[in-house]
């Protein structure tokens, strides 16, 4: 059975990116954590704070798994050395964890989408998760669902407060 990862959250883990959309179009079904093969000029771009999930996405290439579109820019120290911005970039996985997701992938409409990239132990990291893409209609409910519970969190703090209605 694959291993949960650990949340990007946890103490001691600095978050350098979020793909704060993702959550808001994919349902997210299960999440990984993933080493990610980079240069050193892009570890001391992300320790500069910058980079973009946006756009980003995983893909299954000949048994290997490609996070593409990631957008590190350029350190502005560097010189000759420096990286192209969005080039492809090897995740590493186990070989069990890397079969289990193409079977996963192969087998239903999902896909491989990041959801953060963070600093955890001197390593950089990349919370993956397996998800489905959600319909306009789900994200409504999603939406109404989150109005209702944050309505829910005021009243309360109202009648705490002695502010009934």
Known sequence: MAKKAKSPKDSNNQVVASNRKARHNYAILETFEAGIALMGTEVKSLRDGQASLADAFATVDDGEIWLRNLHI??????????HAPRRNRKLLLHRKQIDNLVGKIRDGNLTLVPLSLYFTGGKVKVELALARGKQAHDKRQ??????????????????????TS
């Open 73 to 82: 820019p350029e350190y502005h120290h560097g010189s000759w050395t420096n």
């Open 142 to 163: 999603d939406m109404a669902r989150r109005d209702a519970q944050r309505e829910v969190t005021r009243e309360l703090g109202r009648r705490v407060k002695g502010m």
